[in-house]
């Protein structure tokens, strides 16, 4: 039987079904016009007039990879004609090989013994985990970051510090208790890294002084909190790089306190910061790793967690204490190995190394040209650009804005023709271009971003 010619319809009729038939609710309608696309290659998206628009957000890292990459495509076809559906009562082998390649990571990151837990996206991970950390402990109090972000299922928006995805439907558990991100640029004591002498990290162990302080028990020698959940880098939040000792130092005092460490890797994961796992670059072991997005490079919902074994042994955490039932479904799993054999045959370390550094040099230029641009900077290629009045400091989100929709609009002169450009927005306060490229880019399609940037900044 032949397929069926797909019917183009005429966009306007679109716009009005979405607007009658579409909940609004899971979409994120940062433009008031959203752009429809229909292709995409390697770092760009094409729309449906077939014009090109370089991505540089790759949909929130999860397509770190690039779009369209044969080599993961032709598993997940593969998989469609062998075995495209599963229970997940029942077992197969790609699911045991991806546990057994994430595993195999975490004991070469961190030299610890661990297991996986698959589930579908990344909230759904993270309520996992709270799983976890409950159940070892029987405990129910966490600890976050202010301008962190960990998922807005009703248990992960306690931990996520935005109030707006809590405020129309209640405390599901136990809000976390937050505490400022390292966040130097705008330091939220007013300090300087160069004299600080790490203040921020010093009012965290403040917290554990005294009794009095409520979140210690010196006789029992007993936190009240038992995890602190944490990104490597600030990702919604702005992709914030915290100083270079910053977790090391925190990991102290969490050890002290019996305190597990969480790391939410769902944005920086899978070499986004040049190495596998971000928190590698400050030299820290967490109790417990959540994973998504970039696993199976955008091509299947799948998510997951790793833990210590003390945690997760089949004795702690016997079968059925938590369950999809996508989870480790075989096309995710299939997707996700193929990613895995995939970044086997790079050389993603010295790769991201490299073009990160060559577009935060490109980046420090389009700065000193520009002065609405008041921070600029990078861990491999997890990029910021900070919009500002000319005052280099104070937050322009409108500009922002501005330039994110000319950036949509498409058609802007370049070297290689009419281009758009695709950006995302986030930061404390929504004026931050947040940069993760394809960790395949090009030099020539850094330079082509930053010729579309310094175009969009001076109109």
């Excluded at 702690?316 to 996508?326: I, M």
């Excluded at 073009?355 to 997890?382: C, M, N, P, W």
């Excluded at 281009?419 to 404390?428: A, E, F, K, S, Y």
Aim: with cysteine; aromatic share 12%; proline share 5%.
């Amino acid at each position: 039987m032949k397929p069926l010619p797909m019917i183009r319809l005429n966009e306007d009729l679109l716009r009005e079904k979405e607007a009658k038939f579409c909940s609004h609710g899971d979409t994120v309608h940062y433009s008031p016009v959203p752009k429809f696309f229909q292709g995409c290659e390697g770092s760009f998206l094409y729309d449906r007039e077939d014009k090109p628009y370089l991505d540089l957000q790759m949909w929130y890292s999860a397509v770190n990879f690039g779009y369209r990459n044969k080599s993961i495509i032709d598993a997940v076809k593969a998989q469609l004609d062998q075995l495209p559906q599963l229970a997940c009562q029942y077992l197969h082998e790609e699911k045991v090989l991806v546990a057994e390649k994430l595993a195999t990571e975490c004991l070469r990151a961190f030299g610890l013994e661990g297991r996986v837990q698959f589930n579908v996206g990344g909230a759904q991970a993270i309520e996992d985990s709270m799983k976890l950390v409950r159940n070892a402990t029987g405990k129910t109090l966490f600890m976050a970051f202010t301008g962190g972000y960990h998922g807005r299922t009703l248990g992960a928006s306690e931990i996520t510090s935005s109030y707006r995805y809590r405020r129309r439907f209640g405390h599901f558990s136990n809000r976390a208790h937050f505490v400022p991100f390292p966040y130097c640029y705008r330091c939220p004591y007013g300090k300087k890294l160069d004299t600080c002498e790490y203040y921020c990290v010093n009012q965290v162990e403040r917290l554990f002084e005294t009794e009095y302080n409520s979140f210690w028990d010196s006789k029992a020698n007993e936190s009240e909190f038992v995890a602190f959940y944490v990104e490597p880098v600030q990702a919604t939040g702005g992709y914030i790089i915290p100083p270079p000792e910053y977790f090391s130092r925190l990991k102290n005092i969490l050890n002290e306190r019996k305190i597990l460490l969480v790391d939410d890797e769902i944005q920086m994961g899978f070499f986004r910061t040049g190495k596998f796992w971000a928190i590698e670059n400050f030299g820290v072991k967490p109790n417990i790793v959540v994973f998504g997005k970039a696993m199976t490079n955008g091509l299947n919902p799948i998510s997951g967690l790793w833990a210590e074994e003390p945690l997760i042994s089949p004795q702690k955490f016997p079968p059925g204490s938590t369950h999809s039932t996508f989870a480790s479904n075989p096309l995710g799993t299939a997707a996700a190995l193929a990613t895995l054999q995939w970044i086997e045959q790079q050389n993603y370390e010295e790769k991201v190394a490299a073009s990160g550094a060559y577009f935060l040099r490109q980046l420090e230029a389009l700065k000193q040209r520009h002065a609405t641009i008041g921070d600029v900077s990078g861990l491999g290629l997890a990029l910021r650009i900070e919009v500002t009045r000319p005052d280099r400091f104070t937050p322009d989100k409108a500009l922002a804005d501005r330039i994110f929709e000319a950036g949509l609009a498409g058609g802007i002169p370049t070297s290689r023709g009419p281009m758009g450009l695709v950006l995302d927005i986030g930061g404390h306060y929504k004026n931050v271009f947040t940069l993760a490229p394809s960790l395949d880019i090009t030099r020539e399609e850094i330079d082509l971003g930053i010729e579309l940037l310094d175009k969009l900044f001076s109109s």
